[in-house]
């Protein structure tokens, strides 16, 4: 409990998930890039050019992806968390676009998700669930002016009259969010959404 006897507040660091994923991924697609480009220089050395084009082709491009991520590391690592307190639900950005929202501005807020379909065996074993905070406004016409910041995220992917806040791959926030919401929002929130599933992550 906090001083005043209110609940604390449900923070979640979204800046060290971003980076564990980037770094992870990063790592990943630099060490299959620089096998297939080892595969590619054998395939050379042996005489089979085709082999070889492929194997350079595939390197460079996973190479690629682990360079873009150590380029971008900085700005998907900046310090982001999301506040789910008793005065309401904000992003604190300080390097990017920050804004705060007071419940008695929103009509309902929810939590989405979508499931990668499995197309693959290792689909099935590694299911990825794409994690989003729904709000919309009890008064748009008043809230959007007012909240210029979370413009962007006015009717995106799908949702109408409102505001989607994408979290990724994510499925581990979904507790401590849903928790965050039943204790200082219950009168507006509307539950988690399963929203079907996609083939790869949108």
């Known amino acids: 409990m906090t001083a005043w006897g ?28 620089i096998l ?3 595969g590619a220089v054998t395939a050379f050395a042996d005489g089979e050019p085709v082999g070889g084009s492929i194997a350079a082709v595939i390197g460079v491009a996973f190479t690629g992806i682990g360079v873009m991520a ?26 990017g676009a920050p804004w705060a929202v007071g419940w008695q501005e929103l009509g309902a807020i929810s939590i989405s998700r979508t499931q990668e379909r499995a197309v693959q065996l290792a689909d099935a074993l590694v299911r990825r669930t794409l994690v989003r905070l729904d709000l919309h406004p009890r ?20 949702v109408q009259n409102g505001y989607r806040l994408p979290l990724g ?19 507006i929130y509307r539950g988690v959404i399963d929203e079907g599933f996609s083939v790869g992550l949108h």
């Open 36 to 38: 297939a480009l080892i």
């Open 6 to 33: 209110a609940p604390p507040p449900v923070v979640i660091d979204l800046g060290k998930s971003d980076t564990r994923k980037v770094l992870l991924g990063g790592s990943v697609a630099g060490v299959l890039g």
């Open 169 to 187: 791959d994510s499925a581990g926030f979904i507790a401590p969010m849903d928790h965050g919401l039943r204790t200082f929002a219950p009168q």
């Open 70 to 95: 150590v380029v971008k590391w900085k700005t998907i690592s900046r310090p982001r968390k999301l506040i789910i307190e008793q005065q309401g639900v904000r992003l604190d950005d300080p390097q």
């Open 139 to 158: 008064d748009p016409q008043r809230f959007r002016p007012a909240h210029p910041t979370m413009e962007p995220l006015w009717e995106f992917h799908r």
